[in-house]
């Protein structure tokens, strides 16, 4: 079992927000000014409302619950099929968003519903200048 050579993340207008602030070490989530939804994933418009006028970035608090969770046995895909067995999870965060991800550096039989885990980021070697990384969770 070796870590997950996660593919490289392209930044477009509505996500760069989010891949620069997780190259900081900060989950970089949107609020709505209008009607106060938090949401993630990145988007142009407030998933509630539409108001694509008052969406603000902000840096959650990076804590959060198991919500669902998986064991990923086999994977085929290139940089994942060397890093099964694995734990692919929904995370409840703080913040009311639920965000799909990894939780790492554990043994997946400790890995449980209500969980309380802790975002870390994997950084990247790219060969252009921007400062990525991927956001993943350990438990806490």
């Known amino acids: 079992m070796s870590a997950i050579e996660h593919p490289l993340p392209f930044a477009s207008w509505e996500s760069r927000g989010f891949w620069e602030g997780a190259g900081r070490g900060e989950l970089v989530l949107q609020r709505c000014q209008t009607c106060g ?6 988007r142009g418009v407030c998933a509630h409302c539409l108001d694509g006028s008052t969406l603000v970035h902000f840096a959650a608090s990076g804590l959060g619950k198991i919500y669902s969770f998986t064991v ?6 290139k940089g ?5 067995p694995y734990v692919m999870a929904y995370v409840d965060l703080d913040e009311g968003p639920r965000m799909l991800t990894v939780v790492v550096d554990c043994d997946p039989d400790n890995v449980a519903i209500g969980a309380q885990v802790t975002v870390d980021y994997v950084s990247q070697t790219r060969d252009d200048a921007e400062m990525f990384a991927i956001p993943v969770f350990r438990l806490s």
């Open 80 to 84: 994942f099929a060397e890093a099964c």
């Open 37 to 42: 939804l938090v949401q993630h994933r990145p």
């Open 72 to 77: 990923t046995e086999q994977n085929q895909a």
